[in-house]
């Protein structure tokens, strides 16, 4: 089953947040999802939230679309900082990321 069948099954809202403490900084995720991703003049990745804002606050969520589901858990899994985290909103337990089980 794919993430995006996974996603769909359970019909759970996700969203999506970066730890900057952790983040290398290799623009991986940007290359993924850049409608959800980008590296700031800090040289650290960020989520975007409404009209492509960058959420630079500590822990900061977006939505993740569900047409863009696949390219934000690639990010996560790719990562090199391992500094993405996909959780389920209702009870935010993280389902892809370093803290997912």
Same mark, same amino acid.
């Given at each position: 089953?794919?993430?995006?069948?996974?996603?769909?099954?359970?019909?759970?809202?996700?969203?999506?947040?970066i730890d900057q403490?952790?983040?290398?900084?290799?623009?991986?995720?940007?290359? &993924?999802?850049?409608?959800?991703?980008?590296?700031?003049?800090?040289?650290?990745a960020y989520v975007?939230?409404?009209?492509?804002?960058?959420?630079?606050?500590?822990?900061?969520?977006?939505?993740?679309?569900?047409?863009?589901?696949?390219?934000?858990?690639?990010?996560a899994k790719e990562?090199?900082?391992?500094?993405?985290?996909?959780?389920?909103?209702?009870?935010?337990?993280?389902? &892809?990321?370093?803290?997912?089980?």
């Amino acid at each position: 089953m794919s993430v995006q069948q996974e996603a769909a099954v359970d019909g759970e809202a996700l969203e999506v947040w970066i730890d900057q403490d952790l983040c290398t900084g290799d623009g991986i995720c940007a290359q &993924y999802a850049p409608e959800v991703f980008e590296l700031d003049i800090d040289g650290l990745a960020y989520v975007k939230g409404a009209g492509d804002e960058l959420l630079q606050a500590p822990g900061a969520t977006t939505p993740v679309p569900l047409t863009l589901l696949t390219d934000v858990v690639d990010s996560a899994k790719e990562c090199p900082g391992e500094c993405i985290h996909v959780r389920r909103v209702s009870d935010r337990a993280e389902i &892809y990321g370093p803290d997912s089980e």
